[in-house]
């Protein structure tokens, strides 16, 4: 763990951040351990926020930051070799967090997986229809706010009595998600990264 990237991303020190990715990824700190040092920062802005510390705009501000540093992270590799099969991602309805979701999406796509990505805010009918449309063994759903568990929980049951969970694995994740929530809704896995993802999703598809 960086501290010193931690501590900037979690007081906002734009400058600072920026910089630290930027010399990070020159001394070839490998991406997923930058992302995970900015994720443990979003994550103090988050309790801060929580003890009114923070306000709304430091969360807008937070993403800013983030999306910002991402630039500078650049691609994390284009997918090589053949197809190693679909996965339907998305953000549950009334959530519109999106940074978590697009790491996955994009770590994913690196390692050859052909991601779906069905954005954020995103209601059942739209999972029903992916799933029915492109046959995925596994999705995944972020979500981040625990005011949308029972949603998630509702969108895996629908899923269920249309018939389509058979031979699907559902991934959730998400800052809040954890085990026992991820067994409240229904889930398989709780991924709380996106390498997690991709190593579930490498044995799910029997990629080796
Ligand atoms: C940035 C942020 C925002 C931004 C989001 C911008 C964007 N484009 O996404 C904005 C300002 C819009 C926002 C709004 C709100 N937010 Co907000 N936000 C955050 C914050 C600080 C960081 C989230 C983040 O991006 N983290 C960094 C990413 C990289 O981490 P991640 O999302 O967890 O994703 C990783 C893993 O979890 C995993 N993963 C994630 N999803 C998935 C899915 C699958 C399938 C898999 C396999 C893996 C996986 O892989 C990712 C990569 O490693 C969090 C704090 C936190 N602890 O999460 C609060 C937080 C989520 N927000 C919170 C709240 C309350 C809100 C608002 C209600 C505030 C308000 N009063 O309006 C609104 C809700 C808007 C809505 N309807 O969705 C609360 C939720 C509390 C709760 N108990 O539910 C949090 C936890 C802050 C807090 N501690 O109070 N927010």
């Known amino acids: 763990m960086n501290k010193k990237l931690v501590d900037a991303m979690a007081d906002l020190d734009e400058d600072v951040v920026l910089a630290e990715v930027k010399a990070q990824k020159e001394n070839g700190t490998p991406v997923l351990d930058i992302i995970a040092d900015l994720q443990e920062g979003m994550g103090i802005v988050g309790s801060r926020f929580e003890k009114k510390e923070y306000f709304l705009s430091e969360l807008i501000m937070s993403a800013e930051v983030f999306n910002e540093a991402s630039e500078i992270i650049g691609g994390l590799g284009e997918a090589s070799g053949p197809n190693n099969g679909i996965f339907v991602m998305g953000t549950i309805y009334d959530d519109i967090h999106d940074i978590g979701k697009n790491i996955v999406t994009t770590v994913m796509k690196s390692n050859g997986f052909d991601v779906k990505d069905l954005g954020v805010d995103v209601p059942t009918s739209k999972y029903i229809e992916a799933i029915k449309q492109y046959k995925p ?30 031979d699907l694995k559902i991934l959730v994740g998400g800052g809040p998600v954890d085990e026992n929530a991820g067994k409240y ?24």
């Not at 809704?185 to 990629?207: E, I, P, R």
């Open 137 to 166: 063994k596994v999705i995944g759903i972020s979500c981040l706010l625990t005011t949308c568990f029972d949603n998630v929980k509702q969108c895996i049951k629908e899923i269920e009595d249309a018939g389509l969970r058979k």
């Open 185 to 208: 809704m229904g889930a398989d896995l709780v991924c709380k990264d996106a390498q997690q993802t991709v190593d579930f999703c490498k044995k799910a598809m029997g990629v080796k």
